[in-house]
């Protein structure tokens, strides 16, 4: 027994409930997880933070690859604020696009989640097809979507022969290109429906159920109970719908490349233009830091006044 009592004397005394690794042990483990980590680290410095500083640089150059960098100071940003017609276009197009897909988008999609959170049969074989546009690759849906706007024997355009009214060039004429972008957006309307009816199954039944007790109508329950509880589900689309619209291109690419007339020349898509087409670097890093500040302006617009319409239950507790 004293042999064992020694023996335990001499092993080092931890505090209960900590354990520390010797100093090699923890160097090594801290070695191997930095090396497990390191295909990440390593692509998020090849392909996202080395571009990012590149293009700080580029901004006060002109550079059209694979030739000398020319040191030009602040010309490129003379040239967005005094003659570049087409960067102003460019940002009309892109925020009558956000604002009318963004504000259709939450409108259909808490219609759509209204009705498919009612039970009746069959209303989750009705909520999956509903979301399978959105689960579509963007590439397809655009070729989709090509076919029912072609102006000869398009969908649309057979639905309007029924009718007995004239064709539309939805894609080749300065007033419908646009609109038809915003109902082609449209298509992933589903995804916002599924976050907007998880939004509407977290508020409680016990406040509606209240409230009917006191009397309370149909849309009063809509107005006063269900908007305010789902103004956080809202809010949340706005800033996510505003930054993807913001950010359309595959479809003005593959489609008109910014025509007729520069109707849909989407600033990204402009953006690319100046980089690969034109190829001016320095110009094209200018747009694009400028788009940052402008997304995250909003962004950060929306939060403050998202303070006066936004509300939250644990505030509200």
């Known amino acids: 027994m004293a042999n064992l009592s020694q023996a335990d004397s001499a092993l080092p005394q931890m505090r209960p409930g900590r354990f520390r690794l010797p100093r090699g042990e923890a160097w090594r483990e801290n070695l191997y997880g930095y090396l497990f980590i390191s295909p990440w680290i390593l692509g998020f410095v090849l392909f996202l933070a080395g571009p990012l500083l590149v293009s700080l640089g580029l901004m006060f150059t002109e550079y059209a690859g694979f030739k000398k960098i020319t040191y030009v100071g602040l010309a490129n940003f003379e040239e967005l604020i005094k003659f570049d017609i087409r960067f102003i276009g460019s940002l009309r197009v892109s925020a009558v696009f956000a604002f009318w897909t963004v504000s259709l988008a939450i409108i259909i999609s808490l219609a759509m989640a209204l009705l498919l959170n009612q039970r009746f049969r069959g209303h989750t074989f009705f909520r999956g097809l509903f979301y399978l546009p959105a689960a579509v690759s963007g590439v397809a849906m655009t070729f989709v979507w090509a076919a029912m706007f072609e102006k000869d024997y398009g969908m649309f355009n057979q639905i309007l022969r029924i009718f007995d009214f004239d064709r539309v060039a939805w894609l080749t004429s300065i007033e419908w290109a646009l609109p038809s972008y915003i109902i082609m957006r449209l298509y992933g309307v589903g995804h916002y429906m599924v976050i907007m009816l998880a939004g509407l199954q977290s508020i409680p039944d016990d406040l509606h159920e209240a409230a009917k007790v006191d009397g309370a109508s149909g849309l009063a329950l809509f107005r ?26 595959t479809e003005g690419f593959m489609l008109t490349q910014g025509g007729p007339a520069r109707s849909t020349l989407f600033y990204v898509l402009y953006l690319y233009i100046v980089a690969f087409t034109e190829r001016r670097f320095g110009y094209a890093s200018v747009l694009a830091w400028l788009l940052f500040l402008i997304i995250m302006g909003l962004t950060l617009l929306q939060f403050w006044l998202a303070r006066r319409w936004v509300h939250y239950e644990s505030q509200e507790a």
């Open 224 to 249: 006063h109970i269900t908007i305010p509880l789902l103004s956080p589900t809202i809010f949340f689309l706005m800033i996510v719908g505003m930054i993807g619209s913001l950010q359309v291109f």
